[in-house]
């Protein structure tokens, strides 16, 4: 059995897709699974079973990309189609069976998944490898409590000062000696946001992760014990890892894209998602200033991480 799937660019959204691919693997153990994802989002398949190919295309202008994403799974007979983009491909592409994802009004998107395709896509899952695991067990010991922080995003407009994060740290340092903060994100984020976060905080309770590859990230998100940051694909990671998440919101919709799992929380501004779909939104600006470091310290309290 030939099986296709048109994955999202995007790294969150391909980690709220994981649940299909954990049901399609259950359900179809001796298939072949393909996939078409964008360069970013396409780590996270580093681990998948039974995978006969995978095209990574880049996203062009004037919708090119389509033309390539043809050229490389027309010849093939497909017995099941999967099109988490909506296009138009399962429709061109020969075929016994497809399921075209369709949004479906302001419910998380994982429920949008089940409600659209048929089938349970509730049970997300992010595979680590050995190696990944072994780096991680050897970074997490126990007698030490672990944050992961991830102070950036995709998108000025939510994200929430580094300055904030760095006071978190600070505050949550001096009530326990015991925690270490795991830092991750990009090579590009640790320029953008190491110094100020780690201004005042000991050496030896910080880990320096950024840059390492998502699998790597999410093997030390499963040895870990809370999850701060802004909404991201990262945050989706997190939560995908069974690690209890707090996630910032602002200009996005904690609807759709909360953390997903009954054990997260959404901290978010004081103005609703509807207040910023009237609002000419400054591409240069955080629109995150009215979440406030003792809000958050509160929350993080809560979940009993200093005890």
């Known amino acids: 059995m030939k099986i296709l ?25 001796e298939a072949s699974i393909s996939f078409v994802i964008g360069p970013t989002a396409k780590p996270l398949l580093k681990n998948l079973k039974n995978i006969k190919s ?8 004037f919708n090119l990309h389509w033309l390539e994403i043809l050229n490389c799974t027309f010849k093939t007979k497909w017995d099941i189609i999967i099109d988490l983009r909506s296009s138009l491909l399962g429709y061109v592409l020969i075929n016994k069976k497809k399921f075209i994802f369709k949004k479906s009004g302001n419910i998380h998107h994982v429920e949008q998944l089940t409600k659209s395709l048929g089938f349970d896509c509730s049970n997300l899952e992010i595979i680590t490898n050995n190696s990944e695991e072994e780096i991680a067990n050897n970074l997490a010991k126990k007698e030490f409590k672990y944050l992961v922080v991830f102070p950036g995003g995709n ?8 300055d904030n994060f760095n006071q978190i740290l600070l505050k949550l340092v001096n009530e326990n000696k015991k925690i270490k903060f795991i830092l991750v994100g990009s090579t590009v984020e640790r320029k953008l946001y190491y110094d100020k976060i780690a201004e005042g905080v000991p050496k030896g309770n910080i ?5 390492e590859s998502l699998t ?17 694909g ?12 707090i996630a910032l919101f602002g200009p996005t919709n904690d609807k759709v894209y909360a953390p997903w799992g009954k054990q997260n929380t959404v901290i978010r501004t004081k103005e609703d998602h509807n207040f910023f779909k009237t609002t000419n939104i400054d ?7 009215s979440i406030s470091v003792n809000h958050v310290y509160e929350i993080i309290n809560k979940t009993n991480f200093l005890k």
């Open 5 to 29: 799937i048109i994955c999202s660019n995007l790294v969150g959204d391909t980690v709220l897709s994981t649940g299909v691919f954990k049901y399609l693997q259950n359900t179809y153990p």
């Open 54 to 61: 995978i095209f990574s295309i880049k996203k062009k202008k």
């Open 155 to 162: 998108w000025i407009p939510k994200i929430w000062s580094p």
């Open 207 to 211: 880990i320096d992760f950024f840059g």
């Open 216 to 232: 790597q990230t999410a093997a030390l998100m499963k040895k870990s014990d809370l999850f701060l940051g802004n909404d991201s």
């Open 234 to 245: 990262l945050m989706h990671l997190s939560a995908a890892c069974g690690l209890k998440s």
């Open 283 to 289: 591409e240069n600006k955080s629109y995150m200033n």
